[in-house]
């Protein structure tokens, strides 16, 4: 067992995951097909299985340089060990489910809840605060990243949850995505985002 409070001024203040994988699917898109269609100005549907696949591919994209989950789901972070605050680095939270470790024995256990807490900040950002009741327990030596938080984040299951300013982000990388379809192969940057999404996400972008 070890304190969690010792004070090391070679630490960083927060720990942030080693990693963040994302449990499942949102159940929707934060944009229809039809919505996209009418903004493509395209009227048949011979390339809705494309404008399909492209929204989920600019919303990817958009999380990714936002770190904002667009769509409400569960994701897991993983780190390396225990400390006194452990930041989840998406947003907004929702909820945590659960923060769990593998023992010496390498067995999961459940960190009991009266030894941490969640605070949620004006950004979105949710941190795990490991409350004076925190035991330290040890850890699998068999496991890198032996302690995880399982949570919830995103602006809700409704499409529309998410601020109308990042929904026109989205549909304007689609736009710009569905208009450089035919370039694939070509020298162009399809991943260049275009300036009038970088303005647009610019406020959202959450940083640690």
Do not use: C
């Amino acid at each position: 067992m070890y304190s969690i409070y010792h004070r090391d001024p070679h630490r960083h203040y927060f720990l942030h995951p080693e990693e963040v994988v994302r449990a499942e699917a949102p159940a929707s898109e934060p944009l229809s097909v039809e919505e996209v269609k009418d903004f493509l100005r395209v009227t048949d549907d011979s390339e809705d299985s494309l404008i399909a696949s492209l929204i989920t591919v600019a919303r990817e994209s958009l999380e990714t340089q936002t770190s904002q989950v667009f769509a409400e789901s569960t994701f897991t972070a993983s780190f390396g060990r225990f400390h006194q605050i452990l930041e989840l680095t998406r947003g907004p939270i929702a909820s945590v489910q659960a923060v769990r470790y593998r023992d010496e024995h390498d067995a999961e256990q459940t960190l009991p809840a009266d030894e941490w807490k969640l605070e949620r900040h004006g950004t979105g950002v949710g941190k795990i605060y490991l409350t004076q009741e925190f035991s330290g327990p040890s850890l699998s030596d068999d496991r890198l990243l032996p302690v995880t938080v399982e949570f919830r984040a995103g602006y809700g299951a409704d499409p529309g949850d998410l601020p109308e300013t990042l929904r026109h982000a989205v549909r304007y990388l689609v736009s710009h995505y569905f208009d450089q379809r035919s370039m694939i192969g070509v020298n162009v940057n399809l991943t260049a985002m275009p300036h009038v999404v970088d303005r647009l996400i610019a406020p959202y972008i959450l940083r640690f």
